[in-house]
């Protein structure tokens, strides 16, 4: 019986900002690192593995929670600077003819409606290649850039990113597929009877609509989303194309996907139209000793420097972790920010979690390209689908050509991934299989 295949794609951690500059493979243009240069090599190697979409973190804000100030994050360049993602896409797309693309647009930052017109318009240049990663915003560093004091609860933000994603969706919606007619004869530009006011009046938003350009390539882009809490969970599996999210473990993964899925049906929605991918950090060389001797340098490296780890837990919780001993489990706490990342953390000590942030230390994926791929495929046997999604905060050009010139061939030898794009549009091909 022929493998099912699964998907990848690659989280671009860190967002539109500096890679390995503190690596041992930065390349010669280190301070150009604002030039898309090194994201173009990426997408470039990514449609030659074949991957399904790329992904583009982001925030707003240069975080000041670790110590009260936003020394140590300048210092190692952590979580900032970022530039904006949306301007990246236009560069991605004119090297590459299949590659999805999915900027972080936040429902807390943008108005529905310039989000809709974004997104729309970057479908339309890229020929149906462009997918929305709908969040929430968490920090309130952000909220303030944005004239707010603090981010709305939880439970709140969700709700209206749900309205938010409802309005998005009709303004996507506003043009019915054979509007345009382009007869100059009689002259007709589109047919005014298939253009829909959208007369969207809820508790947090109101819009009139239409979109002022017609519907594009996919009509609906791809939504992606990283549902975390039961609340985001709910919420991903009525909205997302794709789910990312982390496990630490095959049962882990295992009860998550089954979750989603029973949560996608649930809202009415078929659940293989919900591909779910898992974050995997791989590193592989020519031998199991290169590859793990580098992934002992890795760590030795984040033990050297826990503050930047620390940096990142209090980025994402609002939380000061400078103020707890390193070697004494964590207290309860209680946060507005990323409440599942903290729920892992509560019990252990600063010191386990910030190591353990550094590598992600789920399942390891170190080894020869044999090795990590055989990993893979168990996996995902195990697992049931979907596929994974490759990070590295501080890839260098070494690491792309690794992936997608060393792993992913191997996957691809194996009939675990594709070799080739089947179809014209970024939702077609995620819905190949």
Known sequence: MANRQFHLSWFLSQGYGPKGWRGQWPGSDVARWMMPDLFLDLARGMERACF????????????????GSHDTYLQYAASTPKLD???????LAQVTKHLG??????????PPFLLARLVNTLDHTTEGRVGWNCVTSSNDGAAQNYGHDTQYPHEERYDRAEEFADLVTKLWDAWEPDAV??????????????????NHEGKYFK???PLNAPRSPQGRPVICQAGGSPRGQLFASRWADTII?????????KQYRADVRARA???????????????AQPLVDTTMEAARERRRLAREDANGHLDMQLSTMSRLTNIDFSQFALDEPLPELFTNGHKSSLAKWIGKTPREVALAQSTKAGIDFTGTVDHVAGMMQDIMEEVGGDGFLFFNGTFDRRYIIEICDGLVPELQRRGLTRTEYTHKTFKENLMAF
């Open 85 to 91: 993602p949306a301007v990246l896409v236009t560069h």
């Open 52 to 67: 399904d979409y790329m992904i583009i973190e982001d925030s707003s804000m240069v975080p000041y929670q670790y110590k």
């Open 265 to 279: 049906a649930a809202a009415g929605r078929n659940p293989d139209h919900v591909k779910v991918l898992f974050l």
């Open 101 to 110: 693309l999915i900027p972080t647009l936040s429902t807390s930052e943008y």
């Open 181 to 198: 007619v382009l007869d100059p004869k009689t002259p007709m530009f589109a047919d005014g009877s298939k253009v829909h006011a959208v």
């Open 207 to 209: 819009c009139r609509g």
């Open 245 to 253: 999210t982390d496990a630490s473990n095959v049962a882990e993964m």
